[in-house]
Every structure is written in structure tokens, then in C-alpha cells.
T-cell receptor, first 116, second 111 residues
């Protein structure tokens, strides 16, 4: 099992460019998440998908869109990149049991994005 | 969501026991306490989770007092490879499964 994979690992964009970050998991998890982590900070939730076909905003959704393509894949799109979106982006997945409280999240290796 | 407070950083030496305390005064009755570990340039990794009293696994122990307003992560005999950021989270039982990360505790283990 590869767990959670993310592509690309690194990306440099110019202001105004668009791009899509890809995430896939092979653990048959129901729930998937996108976080961003700025230097020296904790992770902040951008969007999440509790199950296939549903998405919800997190703490910092502005400037991003997501697509839950199928159960395995959850992509994050920046339509018009801004320097404030320079960050490390982590995708995560979890089983999504109904209680939620024992829902361990498994994280990918991250994508380092720089917007000039 | 219950807010957590933990020390910004801690230093230790190899072979010592490290205890990181987290306060969560507003924890709800059905909330669980969860700890994640993050190495540089990697995503966080689940360490341990508990509801009350004590939980132990192969990596760490988690102590939770009766009032559950705080918890202590205990790492026995740390090594250099335990240098990481440790996050204390309260996982709500509200059906919303997303995690709220604070700034964590940066543990530096010296030889």
C-alpha cells in the first residue's frame, strides 16, 4: 500500500497562474482532507470531503476549489494563485467511521508551493 | 471546538523521559484527545489517542486526569529521532471529522 500520495512534490507559480494539486489514497477511506501549513505554524484545514460526492469548506477555503473525483482521489485547485498561497499543502484521508472521534488521519508527503 | 494550549518548545537529551502537557479546558464530554507527531518535511503521523485515565502503546503513553481538562504525552527514553513537532488535538464527536491543529510543541533531543 502506498497510503496517501500527492503530486507534484514541488511547484513554483507566478501570480495569477492556475494549477491543480492531486491526491490519491489506496486505503479505501471515505473521508479526505486538504490542509495548508505555513512556516512555523500548525496545519489549517482548507476543504474536506466526508464521503464521495460531498465537499465542505474548512477554516481557510478562499482562493481554492476542490473536486472529489471518486473515492480514491481528491484534488485541490488554485484558480489564480497569489503569493499568500505560498505554503506546504497536505492531503489526508481517514476511514470516516460514523462516530468520528476515533478517526485517525493519514497524511501524504506534502506539496511545496511557491507563488512569485 | 475545544482549544488546546501546549508549550511552544522543549529540549531534552537522549535517554530521558519527556512529558508534554496540553491543556484543553473546554473539552466536551464525548471529545477524545489525540496526539500527532510531525517530522520536518513530512505530514503529521498519529501517535496516540485516549478518552480518560491512561493509554499506552509501543510509542508513547497518554495520561488524562479525571477532569480531562489537560493531558500529558509521555515519551520514554527519547532518542535523536524523536526530534519533531508534537500536536495535541481534541477530536469532536460532532460528526465533523476535520482536525484542528495548533502550533504544536517543538521537541529538540540532543545527544
Amino acid at each position: 500500500n502506498a497510503g496517501v500520495t500527492q503530486t507534484p512534490k514541488f511547484q513554483v507559480l507566478k501570480t495569477g497562474q492556475s494549477m491543480t494539486l492531486q491526491c490519491a489514497q489506496d486505503m479505501n477511506h471515505n473521508s479526505m482532507y486538504w490542509y495548508r501549513q505555513d512556516p512555523g505554524m500548525g496545519l489549517r484545514l482548507i476543504y474536506y470531503s466526508a464521503s464521495e460526492g460531498t465537499t465542505d469548506k474548512g477554516e481557510v477555503p478562499n482562493g481554492y476549489n476542490v473536486s472529489r473525483l471518486n473515492k480514491r482521489e481528491f484534488s485541490l485547485r488554485l484558480e489564480s494563485a497569489a503569493p499568500s498561497q505560498t505554503s506546504v499543502y497536505f492531503c489526508a484521508s481517514s476511514g470516516g467511521d460514523t462516530s468520528g472521534r476515533t478517526d485517525t488521519q493519514y497524511f501524504g508527503p506534502g506539496t511545496r508551493l511557491t507563488v512569485l | 471546538l475545544a482549544k488546546t494550549t501546549q508549550p511552544i518548545s522543549m529540549d531534552s537529551y537522549e535517554g530521558q523521559e519527556v512529558n508534554i502537557t496540553c491543556s484543553h479546558n473546554n473539552i466536551a464530554t464525548n471529545d477524545y484527545i489525540t496526539w500527532y507527531q510531525q517530522f520536518p518535511s513530512q505530514g503529521p503521523r498519529f501517535i496516540i489517542q485516549g478518552y480518560k485515565t491512561k493509554v499506552t502503546n509501543e510509542v508513547a503513553s497518554l495520561f488524562i486526569p479525571a477532569d480531562r481538562k489537560s493531558s500529558t504525552l509521555s515519551l520514554p527514553r527519547v532518542s535523536l529521532s524523536d526530534t519533531a513537532v508534537y500536536y495535541c488535538l481534541v477530536v469532536p464527536d460532532t460528526g465533523r471529522r476535520a482536525l484542528t491543529f495548533g502550533s504544536g510543541t517543538r521537541l529538540q533531543v540532543q545527544p
